[in-house]
């Protein structure tokens, strides 16, 4: 620091500290990083898609479908099967004609009737086939399936929003990569701003030390920039590198600095958020549900057709097998049954309050529907029109960077060479970089917004307008 020297006496030593600490900030920027692996965008949004909150909605949707797997099930033959193994005493009994009957004592037929326990065998299996239900096994199959479809569309849904938040953040490592390297050209040129003064202040040229005053005030604005990039670029490299299991050094692809393609009409983005985006959708599913629920409760009121088929026997070998026309054996026999039954429980009043209720549940889901949609359009407008402001915004940046770019070169292409003073350096070196960090912010802003728009309307193509075809449930 010898140039500084000869100023010391005509500076306070605390000022003379903090130009020096500020002067000390800016030459030691961090250096650049041995270049990490390369991520691509891509990569980054196939990870989203292993997000364990997109991971939970995907076991749901499997618990949604077994569901329909159930109510698919009920068209076909219930099967019951019961054995049973049980023990029962030892029954012998006698022909009535046997002559010894009369001459034994009561206790030795009680022995002779009831001796040693044996085992008892039972075995009973039963169909029941559903011939006719007015339709409520197809209503109870369609409302199963769209239970699927709904959780198909939680699991798209999940899926956007992790989508969002790593696109979010990749692009905020883009932009902080950029603006580094912004801010250290920035360095680079105040440093050698700097070097000038100095040999001019020893010089003893007459206005040096104002100009080196007017380099040090203007630095803090740099500091401050700095740490702002820092603290936004640097949180979402680390918590992409945590959450993604990625190198803390990885590398982004280039930072695109456009401003976005012309708009579609707020009609046709319309449109596709009320066919795509997932909470139109799952609104729509909802009223398909609660509709289904009603119609199932009409059928409630009506009987259900069945048919029977049935075949079981049960074994004793201790018991004396009897048989007759007028005696059931319950310990040895052997039946075949098939018959034709119908099912009803007539409580009516009970079943038409219930329907009732869920004819009110269908309405308000309708209801519900069209306020919610209603909302939806508010938010796809507000997003649309946040675009094409920041759209705006953005090009009139680059019209204003290319102006401060040229002018710049000029006079620091003056200044470099000895024919121009600091002062007149100034203001274009401070426009330049002003203007270049706006810039790059607003492009920031803009991809951010085009990827919020894309995402209020269900689409995961987050740097597009979101506009096609019509999704049909």
Same mark, same amino acid.
């Given at each position: ?15 003379? +500290? ?9 030459? +030691?920027? %961090? ?17 989203? @898609?292993?997000? %364990? ?16 797997? *159930? ?24 022909? %009535?004609?046997?002559? +010894? ?6 206790? /030795? ?44 569309? *939680?699991?798209?849904? /999940? ?28 360095? @680079?040129?105040?440093? +050698? ?29 740099? &500091? ?5 990039? @820092?603290? &936004? ?13 990625? *190198?803390?050094?990885?590398? %982004? ?89 119908? !099912? ?18 269908? *309405? ?44 710049? !070169? ?16 100034? @203001? ?27 995402? !209020? ?17």
């Amino acid at each position: 620091m010898r140039r500084f020297s000869s100023a010391s006496a005509c500076w306070p030593p605390s000022l003379l +500290t903090a130009a020096l600490a500020a002067i000390a900030v800016l030459w +030691t920027a %961090p250096a650049a990083a041995e270049p990490g692996p390369v991520v691509t965008l891509q990569e980054v949004l196939e990870a989203a @898609d292993r997000h %364990p909150l997109v991971g939970s909605e995907r076991s749901q949707r499997a618990e949604a479908a077994a569901r329909a797997d *159930e109510a698919s099930w009920a068209r076909f033959p219930r099967i019951d099967i019961l054995a049973t193994l049980a023990p029962v005493p030892t029954i012998n009994l006698r022909d %009535p004609g046997d002559p +010894t009957a009369d001459t034994r004592d009561e206790t /030795a037929l009680l022995n002779d009737l009831f001796g040693d326990t044996n085992p008892y065998y039972r075995f009973e299996a039963k169909a029941v086939q559903p011939l006719y239900t007015f339709g409520k096994i197809t209503l109870a199959r369609e409302l199963a399936a769209v239970g699927v479809r709904a959780a198909d569309v *939680e699991v798209e849904k /999940a899926r956007l929003e992790a989508r969002f938040a790593a696109y979010r953040a990749y692009r905020a490592v883009q932009w902080h990569g950029e603006t580094d390297a912004l801010l250290r050209e920035a360095f @680079d040129r105040l440093k +050698t701003a700097r070097d000038k003064i100095e040999v001019r202040i020893e010089d003893g040229v007459p206005g040096a030390r104002t100009d080196l005053r007017k380099l040090l005030i203007s630095m803090p604005t740099v &500091v401050s920039a700095r740490s702002a990039a @820092d603290e &936004v670029g640097l949180t979402a490299r680390e918590s992409l590198a945590a959450q993604f299991d990625l *190198e803390p050094d990885f590398l %982004p692809e280039p930072f695109e600095a456009t401003a976005g393609s012309e708009a579609p009409s707020l009609d046709n983005v319309l449109a596709f958020a009320r066919s795509h985006r997932p909470d139109a959708r799952l609104l729509l599913l909802a009223v398909q549900g609660r509709e289904l629920e009603a119609t199932l409760g009409w059928r409630q009121l009506t009987p259900d057709f069945f048919a029977t088929a049935s075949v079981g026997g049960a074994y004793a070998p201790s018991i004396t097998d009897v048989s007759g026309p007028f005696v059931v054996d319950p310990y040895n026999r052997f039946g075949i049954a098939m018959f034709v039954g119908v !099912k009803w429980d007539p409580d009516l009043f009970r079943k038409l309050a219930q329907t009732t209720r869920l004819e009110a549940q269908a *309405e308000s889901a309708r209801q519900s529907r069209l306020a919610a949609l209603a909302g939806i359009d508010i938010e796809v407008r507000t997003a649309y029109h946040e675009v094409a402001g920041k759209q705006a915004v953005v090009a009139s940046y680059q019209e204003a960077f290319r102006a401060a770019d040229a002018w710049l !070169k000029q006079v620091w292409f003056q200044y470099s060479q000895g024919l121009a003073e600091f002062s007149e350096v100034e @203001d274009p070196l401070k426009q330049f970089y002003q203007v270049a960090g706006a810039r790059l912010k607003a492009i920031l802003e803009l991809q951010v917004a085009q990827a919020n728009l894309a995402i !209020k309307c269900g689409s995961d193509a987050f740097a597009a307008w979101p506009v096609g075809a019509t999704v049909v449930e």
